[in-house]
C-alpha cells in the first residue's frame, strides 16, 4: 500500500459531514450522477457485468472516479497536504468502509479501459448513442482538476493525463465516430495538405460558439502523421485547461508565455495545426476570437522608413484576440543591417508585449534559419519558448494522404495506381524544401490531368465511358511525363 493509500484511507474512513465541499467536489458529482444513471439503465441488459442494485452501481462509479483521480494525483510521486485533502472532501462519506475500497491496479486506469467504460463502449456502438463520450470528458474533468491541486502541475501528471487520454480514446475508436468528423459539415480540415491555406477565417465576431476542447484534440489526433506535434500540443493544452481550473476557483497560477514556433519543411501541417490551436487556445480562454490570420515577410516589411511599423501594427491589429502566423518568420532577418525586416522583428516583440492578453503569436518556418530569428532579438526567446518540430511525413503517410485526396474528390485509385505512388515517394529526395503534403497535391492534381486526357481519348475513339472509368485512377494516370 503506498502513502498516498494509506493517507486516503484514513480520510475516508473519516467521513465527509455536511455538504461537501472542494475543488473536486463537482466534477465527481457529475462524474458519478452521470454515469451512473445511465449504468442503471443498461443493469438489464448486460447481466453478470454490473451491480445488481442502482446503489450497488452509483458506488461502483464513484470507486471508478477515485481511481481515475488517485492515478493522476499519484503520477509524480509526491502526495501533497492538498491532494490529499480535496480527495478527502471529494469521496469521503460516500464508502460504508473505506477497508473495502478497491484502491490497488491504479495504473490499469491509465493503460486499460475499465470494465464501467468497455460497456459503455458497447452500448453506443449497438444502440448509436454517446454515453462513452460523456464518460470520458468528465473522467477528463477529474483528470485536469486533480493534476491542478498543487500549484504547480508535474510533466509527470501531464504525461499521466495523457495517457488516459489515449486510451479511452483508442478504446473509442472502435465504436460510434466521435464528434470529431466534421468533415461533412465544415469543421476543419482533417488533410494537411490543406495547411497550404490562404482562405481566412471569419472575423471573430462571426465565429460559432467554442468548440469543446475534446472535440478539438479529437479531430487533431485524426490528422495523418504528426505523432509528436500531437503529443506536444496535447501537453499544451493540458497544462492550460489545469491554469484555467485554478483561476476558476481562485487558486494561483504560473505564469508561461503561450507563443509558439513552428519549425519544419513546407506542407507538414503548420497551418493545419495553428489553426486548431487557434480554436484550443479560444476554447481555454487564452484568446477571445480564436481567428487565424496569416501573413509572412512581404506582410510585414515595407520598403521605406516609418512604413514597416505601420505594417506590422495593421496585421497585429488583425489578429487581436486570435492567433497570428507567420510562415517564413526567418526571412525577417535576411538581409544587410539597412533590411527593415528587423524593425519588423523589433515592432513585433513591443506589440507582442503590449497586447500579451489577447494575443498568440506562432512563428513558423525552417528549423535551423529559426533557431537563427530566434536568436536575433533578444526578446524573442524568452517570449517564444516552446517549439513544436513538424517531421517529414512518411512514405506511407504521403500514400494515406494521397488517398484521402482522391476520396475526398470522389475518386478511387486501383492498388497498382498506389504502389506507384508509394514508388514516386520513396524516389522523391527527402532533404531541406521536401513538399511533403503539397508533393501529393501536386501529384494528385497531375494525375487528374493525365485521367481527363486519358477519358477524352476514349470518348472520341467512340468508345462508351462508364462511371467507374471516370472516377477511377489507373497507373498510366501516375506515371511521370517522359
Given at each position: ?80 497536504d ?52 460523456r ?33 479511452l ?6 465504436g ?11 469543421g ?8 497550404a ?60 508565455s ?41 506582410g ?78 533578444p ?76 477519358i ?27
Open positions: 500500500m503506498s502513502f498516498l493509500e494509506g493517507a486516503l484511507r484514513t480520510v475516508l474512513s473519516a467521513g465527509r459531514p455536511g455538504a461537501p465541499t472542494g475543488p473536486l467536489v463537482e466534477p465527481v458529482e457529475r462524474f458519478v450522477a452521470e454515469v451512473a444513471e445511465v449504468l442503471v439503465g443498461l443493469a438489464g441488459t448486460v447481466a453478470g457485468r454490473l451491480s445488481a442494485s442502482p446503489a450497488e452501481l452509483e458506488r461502483d462509479v464513484a470507486i471508478e472516479a477515485l481511481n481515475i483521480a488517485m492515478a493522476i494525483a499519484d503520477a509524480d510521486g509526491r502526495h501533497s492538498t491532494e490529499l485533502a480535496a480527495l478527502g472532501q471529494a469521496f469521503g462519506g460516500r464508502f460504508g468502509s473505506a477497508a473495502t475500497v478497491g484502491l490497488d491496479g491504479r495504473s490499469r486506469w491509465l493503460e486499460e479501459p475499465s470494465t464501467l467504460f468497455e460497456i459503455l463502449v458497447g452500448h453506443d456502438a449497438r444502440d448509436g448513442t454517446r454515453t462513452a463520450w464518460y470520458y470528458e468528465l473522467a477528463m474533468r477529474i483528470a485536469h482538476t486533480t493534476a491542478g491541486l498543487d500549484a504547480v502541475t508535474s510533466e509527470a501528471e501531464l504525461a499521466a493525463i495523457d495517457r488516459l487520454r489515449r486510451t480514446l483508442d478504446t473509442m475508436r472502435s460510434p465516430p466521435s464528434p470529431s468528423a466534421r468533415q461533412a459539415s465544415g476543419g480540415p482533417a488533410d494537411p495538405a490543406d495547411a491555406a490562404g482562405t481566412p477565417l471569419p472575423a471573430p465576431e462571426q465565429l460559432p460558439p467554442p468548440r469543446p476542447l475534446s472535440e478539438l484534440l479529437a479531430e487533431l489526433d485524426a490528422l495523418i502523421g504528426l505523432a509528436p506535434v500531437k503529443a506536444e500540443i496535447h501537453r499544451v493544452a493540458d497544462l492550460l485547461r489545469v491554469m484555467q481550473l485554478r483561476r476558476e476557483r481562485g487558486l494561483p497560477t504560473t505564469g508561461g503561450r507563443h509558439l514556433v513552428f519549425t519544419g519543411n513546407p506542407g507538414t501541417g503548420k497551418t493545419t495545426v495553428a489553426r486548431l490551436v487557434a480554436q484550443i487556445y479560444r476554447t481555454l480562454g487564452v484568446v477571445e476570437g480564436g481567428h487565424l490570420v496569416e501573413t509572412d515577410r512581404s510585414l516589411v515595407a520598403g521605406f522608413v516609418g512604413q514597416t511599423a505601420t505594417k506590422v501594427k495593421a496585421v497585429v491589429d488583425s489578429a487581436l484576440g486570435g492567433v497570428l502566423l507567420i510562415d517564413e518568420a526567418y526571412a525577417l532577418v535576411r538581409g544587410t543591417e539597412s533590411d527593415f525586416g528587423r524593425e519588423a522583428i523589433d515592432t513585433l516583440v513591443k506589440m507582442v508585449e503590449d497586447h500579451r492578453d489577447d494575443l498568440v503569436v506562432i512563428l513558423a518556418g525552417y528549423p535551423d534559419e529559426m533557431a537563427l530569428l530566434v536568436a536575433a532579438n526578446g524573442l526567446k524568452s517570449r517564444f519558448p516552446t517549439t513544436i518540430h513538424f517531421p517529414d511525413y512518411s512514405t506511407e503517410e504521403l500514400v494515406a494522404i494521397f488517398a484521402v485526396m482522391c476520396r475526398s474528390a470522389s475518386y478511387e485509385p486501383t492498388p497498382a495506381a498506389l504502389e506507384v505512388v508509394r514508388r514516386r515517394f520513396d524516389a522523391d529526395p527527402r532533404g531541406p524544401g521536401f513538399g511533403n503534403a503539397r508533393a501529393a497535391r501536386n501529384l494528385f492534381e497531375a494525375a487528374l490531368a493525365r485521367h481527363a486526357s486519358r477524352v481519348d476514349l470518348t472520341e475513339a467512340g468508345t462508351s465511358v462508364t462511371d467507374e472509368q471516370l472516377s477511377t485512377l489507373e497507373p498510366a494516370d501516375l506515371e511521370p511525363t517522359s
